[in-house]
């Protein structure tokens, strides 16, 4: 076998070497980190998603600890925290009266009304920083919307905004946020387990959870009558906490 010249070696030990920075960068690239979207002013829509996220988070850990309103109005302290009665009687023997019959509904305007005025403060703060570079003109009317999907919040700007530098033109009509959430879910459960306290002045727990594991659900009975539930989703431990109070019993019993 006729041995290798030397240009030959040398050809094979930079193909070698080639292959080696291909698996390196390889390598690299598989294990870093995913990159995390740093807020640029000169995306008004990244900004004004990462601006409102915050806030609607806010406004659904405050609905989720008080079970349904972010102002509970009808509710019963458990906890140190206020909690909403969904459902509600003081009457002896009778089942209670759903308090909320379109939760859903009820909470898409709860978070919609906490969020607009603070929306209002993201868009000061994005004309503060953009407004340096542009010559911007903004939509005095803003319209908000909140829709509660399955695992899934999704809110709706309506707001036209214009920015202009020399011959450069920039329009935005509407921006919009997405967040994964367990809300909407939490509210059908709440209504299910309403909707069988009305009936038959009891929820099936166990049954329940037989048929979702996913959610965990715990019936808590104060000694005056009330009911405390919450739900919690097993895989994030977010939770819902809500009162019922129907059925009573006179003292005698």
Do not use: W
Not at 52 to 81: C, F, M, W
């Amino acid at each position: 076998m006729k041995p290798l010249n030397k240009k030959s070696q040398i050809t094979i030990f930079i193909i070698l070497a080639l292959i080696v920075i291909v698996l390196i960068i390889l390598i690299f690239l598989l294990k870093s980190p995913p990159k995390i979207r740093v807020l640029n002013e000169d995306e008004p829509q990244a900004y004004v998603e990462s601006c409102t996220r915050e806030y609607v988070e806010e406004a659904i850990r405050l609905i989720s600890q008080h079970g349904g309103d972010i102002e509970p109005k009808g509710s019963i302290s458990y906890e140190n925290l206020d909690r909403t009665y969904l459902c509600y009687n003081n009457n002896y023997y009778e089942g209670c009266i759903n308090q909320r019959p379109l939760l859903v509904e009820h909470i898409e305007k709860e978070i919609t009304d906490y969020i607009t005025p603070h929306l209002e403060k993201c868009f000061e703060e994005l004309i503060s920083s953009y407004g340096n570079r542009y010559n911007v003109e903004l939509e005095e009317q803003m319209k908000v919307n909140t829709i509660l999907q399955s695992k899934n919040v999704y809110v709706e700007i309506g707001r036209e905004l214009d920015a202009k530098r020399g011959g450069e033109s920039r329009n935005f009509k509407k921006f919009s946020m997405h967040l994964n959430s367990p809300i909407y879910n939490f509210a059908e459960i709440a209504m299910e387990i309403v909707n069988q306290e009305t009936k038959y002045c009891n929820f099936d727990v166990i049954s329940y959870m037989f048929l979702y594991p996913e959610y965990d659900i715990t019936k808590f009975i104060t000694g005056d009558s009330n009911i405390i539930y919450v739900i919690t989703e097993r895989a994030t431990n977010q939770k819902f906490t809500f009162a019922v109070r129907g059925c009573v019993m006179p003292p005698s019993f």
